[in-house]
């Protein structure tokens, strides 16, 4: 059974009609996620009261200093939307406000952020997360450099590692699935922090794992030396020192050599009592997936029906085989978001 994420959500994506020209984006993949996760939206340039419909705004640079503006108005947003953004900031990194949870004790220590992760408006000069413009001048024309917006770049910093990604480069099978598997290990770990058991968390690593091994192994390894606890610290640091090494892990985009290597382990635990078209049916999915072909819940889907098929139970304990809930696999793949 997998948990229910806590997901921050742009509210344009499918929640209201509260985009500049009054319309509402509907998004596949947010949709399937809304039904899923416990979700919280914001609409920073609706909330700070430029209204619906409303003239845009855009990020210029002005005297050293990055600028909200309305062009058509000549009105500057700054020091509302950063206002905004700084309380909203406040909210995600603790348990206040609307997105909150009751914190145990563990739970507190272990600076959990009130969500698993985000999905922001892309380009958006409030909610973007990349490929934002930023122009150089205020005059028409000017030329302009790319990055986050104000409201994206409050978030990214806030959530600590947590996965944020924008509705377009979810359309990425890639991109999308390690999303996914960011936000439903944290889930998960939600869960471990609130129950104040060190148990829970030997558990938790336990079944983890392999997918961690497939992220990152160094990562992996050191998560392992934490749980041990040799130096005997408290579980509320612990608890803390797990999430950091979490969000740095998480902060990466999972290379295809890790995930493949990860499954020819696994698949090392039968693959002697396979056919020889078997054996090569996996070989071939693991090019195909090495090139971008299929997604790597493919891959997987091969692994776990042979799992069960032998009864391999330690693999079937593993997160690595089922990540995130079938509702959320997906084929579909729109090839953007590769240079990252």
Not at 147 to 165: I, M, N, R, T
Not at 265 to 290: M, P, Q, W
Request: hydrophobic share 40%; glycine share 10%; aromatic share 8%.
């Amino acid at each position: 059974m997998h948990p229910r994420p806590k997901l921050l959500v742009s509210r344009c994506l499918g929640f209201d009609h509260c985009r500049y020209n009054g319309a509402m984006i509907n998004d596949h993949t947010v949709a399937l996620l809304a039904g899923l996760c416990d979700v919280l939206t914001a609409c920073p340039e609706a909330d700070t009261g430029l209204g619906v419909p409303r003239d845009p705004v855009r990020l210029v640079m002005v005297e050293g200093q990055v600028r909200m503006v309305q062009p058509a108005t000549g009105m500057d947003h700054s020091v509302a939307m950063r206002a905004y953004c700084a309380a909203k900031a406040t909210e995600l990194k603790g348990y206040g406000g609307a997105a909150a949870i009751e914190p145990t004790a563990g739970a507190a220590a272990a600076g959990l952020p009130a969500v698993d992760g985000a999905v922001l408006k892309s380009r958006s000069p409030s909610c973007g997360i990349k490929d934002v413009k930023n122009y150089r001048k205020p005059e028409p024309g000017a030329m302009f450099d790319t990055g986050a917006g104000l409201f994206g770049q409050a978030v990214l910093d806030a959530l600590s590692g947590a996965p944020v990604e924008d509705e377009g480069r979810l359309k990425n099978h890639g991109i999308r699935e390690h999303f996914l598997s960011c936000l439903y290990a944290l889930a998960c770990f939600r869960q471990v922090a609130l129950t104040g058991k060190p148990g829970a968390l030997v558990d938790y690593h336990a079944r983890h794992k392999l997918m961690f091994l497939g992220m990152n192994q160094a990562s992996m390894r050191r998560l392992g030396r934490i749980v041990a606890n040799q130096d005997r610290r408290p579980f509320g640091e612990i608890l803390g020192a797990y999430r950091a090494e979490l969000g740095t892990m998480f902060s990466a985009q999972v290379k295809p050599g890790g995930v493949i290597n990860t499954a020819l382990h696994a698949f090392g635990g039968f693959s002697d009592k396979l056919s020889v078209r078997e054996r090569t049916l996996f070989i071939n999915s693991i090019e195909e997936y090495r090139d971008e072909r299929i997604p790597a819940s493919a891959l997987l889907a091969l692994l776990k029906s042979w799992a069960l098929r032998f009864e391999v139970d330690y693999l079937l304990d593993q997160v690595f085989l089922d990540p995130f809930p079938k509702d959320l696999v997906d084929i579909a793949d729109s090839g953007k978001g590769r240079d990252r």
